[in-house]
């Protein structure tokens, strides 16, 4: 992939003089040590406290038809289209009646959760790494080329950048949601000591349903970015782990010496 | 020209640009290096996870987990306290269906007439009329017609109480053998709260009783300091649970005998309930039988399988 073809055209009156700079294989480091750690180290955080929050909310489900339209629901008013979560899929999962156990899990890790996401938020502050994610003003539109070039119904992507707009929206938004994760739990989780917050979430079960469905968007997250960096392939996958890629570049010095070669 | 592909990130980045084999053979050392220290850091995970998953439970739940639970109790009640109020809503949003959700403890055919709260652990009481020397010689008595025209008699299933587990204690508590009324006597409160149930669901319940605070103020005598701990127990010592001294006398902590302005069903804890909007569900005591002050802390019921001792907003 060469992100400099329009240098590697070279001057057609040099044409049958000179053959054209091949590029080269250049080491660059893409990634800082500490995201690459607190990245891999949220991912299991992540994971146990999907899996404990699963525990509890299948408390909740148990006796559904005790209270069929609150909180974990698609549908309005007393009306309700779909329940989180059907019985087989807690019954697949070896989730009934685990509840304490549930409840064990979650408010022990939400601790390091908790401190690896604010650890993650105030590095990316100080350090300046904010400024690749924060989406830039084309985002949105370079967001939606992306999105149809993935789809193939594009044929050229927008130019690569360490971040494109799609991923500067997606990193921005998961932040986010981390952080709204961390406030609604709180709400739910002391909603008399901390009420100012629970109120402002909407009150106990509004807080309850923001933080399911934030769980839910998370879900969704890590599907697609599983999707994507198979797709990006093995190059970009080793530079979360090493911190390096390896990229096909015409260097500056060897532009300059084209002339000389006449 | 076109800015590079990647953008320097730090300083030692300005360094000579690594290229061809030799980026090759950079890219190979770093990739073991970070391999490797990835899989010894996977390994390490993974031995956490197995470690807490396979510890030795302590009243249910894997030690750590319990450690964890009392830890975040600690910091609850260190940092955040229990000084706010629970709020409280207008009574037309009161459910007035209140959903049952538990009935282990509560006596189906105790004869209310001959209900009385037992107190012991206020060494203050022996001065009162209701001083007796031993709370535990006191008998309930139960109806077993009432088994029959008890619409719900089968709900109560095998965990439905039977009082002969009372003869099972032998220890003389002196204390004081109160009736309804003693209670009714103390200063009435209404109190429309959100009752939460750990399970997930929650109710907007319109409560009546005494609060627990004015109870204590009452028979606790002069000066009297008291011990750290209120535990409660039914008369069948099948339920019981235990509160923090503060936060039985936070002030929305009732002494409960009403339930949207009538007197208590037997199956919502007749004729006496505990109500504390600052705690789950499972602290809500039906049918109080006993309650000890104490500097043990008291047994609890669900705490004994798994959850939180404290449970507490």
Same mark, same amino acid.
């Given at each position: 992939?060469?992100?400099?073809?329009?240098?590697?055209?070279?001057?057609?009156?040099?044409?049958?003089?000179?053959?054209?700079?091949?590029?080269?294989?250049?080491?660059?480091?893409?990634?800082?040590?500490?995201?690459?750690?607190?990245?891999? %180290?949220?991912?299991?955080?992540?994971?146990?406290?999907?899996?404990?929050?699963?525990?509890?909310?299948?408390?909740?489900?148990?006796?559904?038809?005790?209270?069929?339209?609150?909180?974990?629901?698609?549908?309005?008013?007393?009306?309700?289209?779909?329940?989180?979560?059907?019985?087989?899929?807690?019954?697949?999962?070896?989730?009934?009646?685990?509840?304490?156990?549930?409840?064990?899990?979650?408010?022990?890790?939400?601790?390091?959760?908790?401190?690896?996401?604010?650890?993650?938020?105030?590095?990316?502050?100080?350090?300046?790494?904010?400024?690749?994610? %924060?989406?830039?003003?084309?985002?949105?539109?370079?967001?939606?080329?992306?999105?149809?070039?993935?789809?193939?119904?594009?044929?050229?992507?927008?130019?690569?950048?360490?971040?494109?707009?799609?991923?500067?929206?997606?990193?921005?938004?998961?932040?986010?949601?981390?952080?709204?994760?961390?406030?609604?739990?709180?709400?739910?989780?002391?909603?008399?000591?901390?009420?100012?917050?629970?109120?402002?979430?909407?009150?106990?079960?509004?807080?309850?349903?923001?933080?399911?469905?934030?769980? %839910?968007?998370?879900?969704?997250?890590?599907?697609?970015?599983?999707?994507?960096?198979?797709?990006?392939?093995?190059?970009?996958?080793?530079?979360?782990?090493?911190?390096?890629?390896?990229?096909?570049?015409?260097?500056?010095?060897?532009?300059?010496?084209?002339?000389?070669?006449? | 020209?076109?800015?590079?592909?990647?953008?320097?990130?730090?300083?030692?980045?300005?360094?000579?640009?690594?290229?061809?084999?030799?980026?090759?053979?950079?890219?190979?050392?770093?990739?073991?290096?970070?391999?490797?220290?990835?899989?010894?850091?996977?390994?390490?995970?993974?031995?956490?996870?197995?470690?807490?998953?396979?510890?030795?439970?302590?009243?249910?739940?894997?030690?750590?987990?319990?450690?964890?639970?009392?830890?975040?109790?600690?910091? *609850?009640?260190?940092?955040?306290?229990?000084?706010?109020?629970?709020?409280?809503?207008?009574?037309?949003?009161?459910?007035?269906?209140?959903?049952?959700?538990?009935?282990?403890?509560?006596?189906?055919?105790?004869?209310?007439?001959?209900?009385?709260?037992?107190?012991?652990?206020?060494?203050?009481?022996?001065?009162?009329?209701?001083?007796? *020397?031993?709370?535990?010689?006191?008998?309930?008595?139960?109806?077993?017609?009432?088994?029959?025209?008890?619409?719900?008699?089968?709900?109560?299933?095998?965990?439905?109480?039977?009082?002969?587990?009372?003869?099972?204690?032998?220890?003389?508590?002196?204390?004081?053998?109160?009736?309804?009324?003693?209670?009714?006597?103390?200063?009435?409160?209404?109190?429309?709260?959100?009752?939460?149930?750990?399970?997930?669901?929650?109710?907007?319940?319109?409560?009546?009783?005494?609060?627990?605070?004015?109870?204590?103020?009452?028979?606790?005598?002069?000066?009297?300091?008291?011990?750290?701990?209120?535990?409660?127990?039914?008369?069948?010592?099948?339920?019981?649970?235990?509160?923090?001294?503060?936060?039985?006398?936070?002030?929305?902590?009732?002494?409960?005998?009403?339930?949207?302005?009538?007197?208590? *069903?037997?199956?919502?804890?007749?004729?006496?309930?505990?109500?504390?909007?600052?705690?789950?569900?499972?602290?809500?005591?039906?049918?109080?039988?006993?309650?000890?002050?104490?500097?043990?802390?008291?047994?609890?019921?669900?705490?004994?399988?798994?959850?939180?001792?404290?449970?507490?907003?």
């Amino acid at each position: 992939m060469s992100h400099n073809t329009d240098d590697a055209v070279p001057d057609p009156s040099l044409e049958s003089a000179a053959s054209p700079a091949e590029p080269v294989t250049v080491l660059r480091r893409k990634h800082r040590v500490a995201s690459r750690w607190m990245h891999w %180290i949220n991912f299991p955080l992540l994971g146990i406290m999907i899996w404990s929050g699963l525990l509890i909310y299948w408390a909740d489900s148990d006796a559904a038809n005790l209270h069929p339209h609150q909180t974990y629901r698609i549908g309005l008013g007393s009306w309700t289209l779909f329940r989180f979560f059907p019985d087989g899929f807690y019954a697949k999962l070896n989730m009934p009646f685990r509840l304490a156990e549930g409840m064990g899990w979650h408010f022990f890790f939400m601790w390091f959760f908790m401190i690896n996401g604010v650890a993650y938020a105030l590095y990316t502050l100080i350090s300046g790494a904010w400024r690749e994610i %924060i989406p830039s003003r084309h985002a949105l539109r370079d967001a939606w080329l992306v999105v149809l070039h993935d789809l193939h119904l594009r044929k050229d992507c927008p130019p690569a950048r360490k971040y494109n707009g799609a991923q500067q929206i997606a990193y921005t938004a998961i932040i986010l949601a981390g952080a709204g994760s961390l406030c609604t739990g709180l709400a739910i989780y002391k909603p008399v000591q901390l009420h100012a917050l629970t109120w402002l979430l909407g009150g106990y079960e509004c807080a309850r349903f923001l933080h399911f469905w934030l769980t %839910i968007g998370f879900v969704l997250f890590f599907v697609i970015h599983i999707l994507q960096v198979v797709r990006a392939g093995w190059n970009n996958f080793r530079s979360m782990v090493t911190g390096y890629e390896l990229t096909e570049e015409i260097l500056p010095s060897q532009q300059k010496t084209e002339p000389d070669t006449l | 020209m076109t800015e590079p592909y990647l953008k320097p990130i730090l300083p030692d980045d300005q360094e000579a640009l690594l290229t061809g084999d030799a980026a090759r053979a950079e890219m190979r050392r770093r990739s073991r290096r970070g391999f490797l220290t990835g899989g010894v850091a996977a390994a390490a995970a993974w031995g956490i996870w197995h470690t807490i998953r396979y510890s030795a439970p302590v009243d249910g739940l894997q030690r750590p987990l319990r450690d964890g639970l009392r830890f975040d109790s600690e910091v *609850s009640r260190h940092v955040l306290g229990n000084k706010r109020l629970a709020p409280t809503f207008p009574v037309d949003k009161a459910v007035s269906d209140v959903r049952l959700n538990g009935n282990i403890g509560i006596d189906p055919v105790i004869k209310f007439d001959t209900w009385r709260l037992q107190v012991t652990g206020l060494n203050s009481a022996s001065s009162s009329p209701q001083y007796v *020397s031993d709370v535990n010689t006191y008998k309930y008595s139960e109806d077993m017609a009432l088994m029959d025209q008890d619409p719900n008699a089968d709900a109560y299933g095998d965990t439905g109480g039977s009082l002969d587990s009372q003869d099972e204690e032998s220890v003389v508590e002196p204390g004081l053998l109160l009736t309804l009324d003693h209670i009714r006597a103390l200063p009435r409160v209404e109190m429309i709260t959100q009752l939460k149930c750990i399970e997930g669901w929650s109710e907007i319940v319109h409560w009546g009783g005494a609060r627990f605070s004015d109870f204590v103020a009452a028979y606790k005598g002069e000066a009297a300091a008291l011990p750290k701990y209120v535990g409660m127990q039914t008369p069948n010592r099948e339920y019981y649970i235990g509160l923090f001294k503060e936060d039985a006398l936070h002030p929305q902590t009732l002494l409960c005998y009403e339930m949207n302005g009538e007197p208590l *069903s037997r199956d919502h804890g007749a004729p006496l309930r505990l109500v504390t909007p600052i705690k789950y569900g499972i602290k809500h005591l039906k049918q109080i039988g006993k309650i000890t002050f104490t500097d043990d802390k008291p047994a609890d019921y669900w705490a004994e399988n798994g959850y939180d001792w404290n449970a507490g907003h």
